[in-house]
């Protein structure tokens, strides 16, 4: 779901925009680095290792980070690749005069700066190359089988707004005519500087959903739209399902999509326009298997920065599992979903307190090029069983605390489980801190939320009934609803009766604003609190609060909980 304003600090700067085009205005004919395995094709990450940008860097591109991402005469007189060329001589700068914005002496015979070529002679054989001729392109030989056919679903074409981050979406309407299963989808991408990621969601006509005939401003998903079907990222060249499984479509399933688009504009130029998308591959011969996505992680994070090494967790318990789960699933791929701090992440596979399987498992983790790791045979999950989740971050680059939230300079801890049959109602399994928001979602009495009955020092359950009902009479009583005066009884009434309160500080305070987000009262109680919150702290002579997850006080928090919406993540 993820605004890079704490990243600028000295490493993280060297890993902020790896996967966008922003460095190749920063040498000579960076936009014109050709491909050694394919004639008329472009390397766009140049200094990476995947031509698409993104993940391992190059030699080039561990020379031009060391160099502090500048071109200068350093950095023009080296070999990067040793292949006896300097840097200036295959980059078009022999003489290694060229500026930023200005003009290269040459725009042809340009090679390129991190691969040795030609890489057949016998002198680059024996250098340690990276496999540079991998296919950046699907490799899927069932799109090539009869019946198959193709749909591209393209943005239309759309200004991206001068903000860090955003994400748009748009509805596209699928054949329906009869059933057809989806088996492998690849992106369309327009604008390389600022597309990040997309994800594609089905909508349910019987939930109702909202259109966007053009791209409009979205959260994750958007009503009725909120089983994932496709998606794609940095890195990535698209998806090729099993063959025996497919994703259903049309008559009797999905006959709308809606596209989501994450713009990342760190630049905050108001001139970019997209109209990237996907193409479907789907055909009438329908597989054995309809696929669906389970989603299990951590939606309370609290990252301390300066740290080399921090952990989350997260658990699906058997009680969740055992209750909802309505038959065993299978798994036959899993991702594991972080942001820029992430450095490695583990999914397990627990049955009576037994590890039965390691799902996934990145020892490295890199946001740029995520990894989907397919299962074959795949693994059968029953009710009762458990999913373990373990995120690990490096915050040493980062002054402030890291919290959840979909701005790739918040954390996120996600495991993205592809399984099959589909049916499950049950999709998704995530944790605050160490609430289950599963078992905070059993529907008693008409469908009122199962509480914790304490969260810390906070009688949770009771505070939630009934001390909070009569906190928003008296807060209406007191205070500026709109959020603007301070009232004095308003004041005193905040600093008699909430300032002190532990159902506003911590854990609890944050669960308060999760379970609330829906209720139009509860933007009501905010504004209210609002209006005089500052002056009653000032007036205490009192921080925000005394416990170290004092940012995760009622005061700084609306913006910063989960943003979930039943079983809708952001990412």
Known sequence: MMKLKTFLVACLALQLVKGYKIYQNRIPNGD?????????????????????????????????????????????????????????????????????????????????PGICEPSESDHCKNTTQFEFCQPSTLDCPYINETGVRNITLRLTDWQVPAKETNYFCQTFELPHDQDYHIIAHSPEID???????????????SAGYQKFTTPGPCGMGSGGCQSIIGGWTLGNTGNCRPKDIGTLIGKSSYKVVLLQVHWNNPELKSNYRDHSGLTLFYTPNL?????QTFTIGQTYLNIPPGKPKHEENAICPTSCTRDFLNGSMYIYSAAIHMHYLGTSGLIEHYRNGNLLNIVAEDEVYT??????????????????????????YNSMGRQNVTNYGDATSAE???????????????????????????????????????????????????FWTKQ????????????????????????????????????????????????????????????????????????????????????????????????????????
């Not at 801190?433 to 359950?461: V, W």
């Open 367 to 392: 946001y740029d090029s995520p990894v989907s790791h397919p299962i074959d045979p795949p693994i059968e999950f029953k009710p009762g069983d458990e999913f373990k989740i373990k995120c690990v």
């Open 191 to 205: 604008n390389r500087y600022v597309m990040h990621h997309m994800a594609l969601f089905g909508c349910d006509h």
């Open 468 to 571: 909070s009902k009569l906190m928003y009479l008296n807060l209406v009583k007191y205070c500026d609803v709109s959020g603007t005066v301070c009232k004095p009884a308003c004041k005193k009434y905040i600093q008699d009766e909430i300032l002190d309160s532990p159902c506003f500080q911590g854990l609890a305070a944050a669960f308060f604003q999760w379970i609330s987000r829906r209720d139009p009262n509860a933007r009501t109680f905010q504004a209210a609190l609002d209006s005089c919150r500052e002056e009653a702290i000032a007036d205490r002579n009192k921080p925000v609060s005394s416990s170290p997850n004092a940012y995760h006080s009622f005061w700084t928090l609306p913006m910063l909980i989960p943003l979930i919406s039943g079983d809708l993540i952001y990412i």
């Open 32 to 112: 014109r680095i050709p491909h050694p395995c394919k004639p008329n094709y472009i390397w766009h990450g140049v200094g990476h290792e995947n031509s698409q940008g993104g993940g391992s860097r190059n030699p080039f591109g561990l020379d031009f980070a060391a160099n502090l991402h500048k071109w200068n005469r350093t950095l023009c007189m080296k070999d990067s690749d040793g292949d006896g060329k300097t840097n200036g001589e295959e980059l078009g700068d022999p003489s290694c005069s060229w500026t930023e914005g200005n003009h290269p002496t040459q725009a042809t015979g340009i090679s390129h």
């Open 412 to 462: 996120m801890c996600f495991g993205f489980l592809s399984v099959f049959p589909d049916g499950q109602s049950f999709k998704v399994c995530t944790d605050f801190e160490t609430i289950h928001l599963c078992d905070a979602r059993r529907p008693e009495n008409g469908g009122n939320y199962r509480l914790p009955g304490q969260i810390g020092d906070c009688k949770f359950a009771e």
């Open 287 to 291: 597989r054995t298997y309809n696929v």
